[in-house]
């Protein structure tokens, strides 16, 4: 006979198996409903995030119609010429070189030197052998339907003290460059950013301050950077640029950022990024004229579109001095002329060419 202990044993564990399949169909639909809530929040937050960007990018529209009107908007095709200007016809006549006090480096912050002899000591290691990879690969036979070379002379990092001497060489070669220059509101360089264009030459963005740890952190950075110099420009000298040079080049070492979506936004903004071909060397501590010189005209007879690259600054004497050399060795090449960049410029980029 069964005893009443064994008769209860099979209703308790029917019991438990009810229990558990309970349980199970209790959990299989909290997490029916909790899985798509949550997938629905993070749907929300991400929508949100975007609707804010979107917002931000129609402020910041609306802001610069407010400020310039369209015919600014209208730059962002690429024309770089003096926007009109009611108090244009009163302008005064640029500083000239001996005027210009020279650059007081006491007076720039200890923390943007610092960030930048780190970011400069960082490029250096591999620079060399970066840049020689990128002008083998670089393709500066650009064809432009004739057989003349164009040679495009950049200064970058500019105004300085030096930037009235190297106008002046300019002016008596007659003879049109490109500025990519940097934002600095001292007023001693108001004038300067005016002869640059009203001699005719190209102005060209630099970042406005030149400083990598705040440029190349993240992409908000890198986009503040460049509206407050686009702005300063337009309100400095009534250019609205939309042209570009990354400090360190389009294939630097040191940003956190991934190039290509700095490239990217440039893009959307209507901003074309040049580099260079022709690197003359005259970034390096006690370079000379002679060897900026021999750099440059090495060089400029591979390439049927030569883009220079120069600096302009303070410490950049042996630049000034190299100038007049290049210019006559370059023009004394047969059917050579050169020019500033324009629309009409196609560019050399780094990144294109490396990937």
């Given amino acids: 006979m069964q005893t009443n202990g064994e008769e209860q044993k099979p209703s308790v564990d029917r019991a438990k198996r009810i229990r558990f399949l309970r349980r199970l169909i209790l959990a299989s639909i909290a997490g029916a409903i909790i899985i798509p809530i949550c997938i629905c929040l993070v749907l929300a937050i991400r929508y949100d995030r975007i609707k804010t960007r979107l917002d931000q990018a129609k402020e910041e529209l609306s802001w610069y119609e407010q400020q310039y009107g369209e015919s600014a908007l209208a730059r962002g095709k690429g024309d770089d010429k003096p926007l009109e200007k009611e108090d244009t016809a009163g302008a005064e006549e640029a500083a000239t070189a001996d005027e210009q006090p020279e650059e007081d480096v006491a007076s720039i912050p200890e923390e943007t030197l610092e960030d930048q002899t780190d970011a400069e000591e960082a490029l250096s290691e591999n620079q060399d052998e970066k840049t020689e990879e990128v002008l083998e690969n670089a393709d500066g036979n650009m064809t432009v339907g004739d057989d003349v070379r164009r040679v495009y002379i950049t200064f970058d990092d500019g105004p300085s003290s030096k930037t009235?001497?190297?106008?002046?060489?300019?002016?008596?070669?007659?003879?049109k460059a490109t500025f990519f220059v940097t934002g600095k509101p001292d007023t001693r360089y108001t004038d300067v950013y005016k002869r640059i264009v009203d001699s005719g030459h190209t102005l060209g963005m630099h970042?406005?301050?030149?400083?990598?740890?705040?440029?190349?952190?993240?992409?908000?950075?890198?986009?503040?950077?460049?509206?407050?110099?686009?702005?300063f420009l337009y309100e400095t000298t009534g250019v609205w640029s939309t042209r570009y040079r990354f400090p360190g080049g389009s294939s630097n070492t040191v940003s956190k950022v991934d190039m290509s979506e700095l490239i990217n936004y440039l893009a959307l903004e209507?901003?074309?990024y040049y580099d260079w071909n022709v690197a003359s060397g005259d970034d390096r501590n006690g370079i000379t004229k002679d060897l900026?010189?021999?750099?440059?005209?090495?060089?400029?007879?591979?390439?049927?579109n030569s883009i220079?690259?120069?600096?302009?600054?303070?410490?950049?004497?042996?630049?000034?001095?190299?100038?007049?050399?290049?210019i006559e060795q370059v023009q004394a090449l047969d059917n050579t002329v050169i020019v500033p960049i324009t629309d009409d410029t196609l560019p050399v980029q780094h990144i294109s060419n490396l990937q």
Avoid: R
């Avoid at 970042?207 to 702005?231: I, N, R, V």
């Avoid at 750099?295 to 390439?303: A, I, L, R, S």
């Fill in 308 to 326: 220079i690259l120069l600096h302009d600054a303070s410490d950049k004497q042996a630049t000034v001095d190299a100038l007049p050399e290049i």
């Fill in 270 to 272: 209507n901003i074309t």
């Fill in 164 to 175: 009235g001497e190297i106008l002046d060489v300019l002016d008596e070669y007659d003879v």
């Fill in 207 to 231: 970042s406005y301050s030149h400083k990598y740890s705040e440029l190349y952190e993240s992409l908000e950075g890198f986009q503040e950077d460049l509206h407050k110099l686009q702005t």
């Fill in 292 to 304: 900026i010189v021999t750099n440059v005209m090495t060089g400029v007879p591979k390439f049927q």
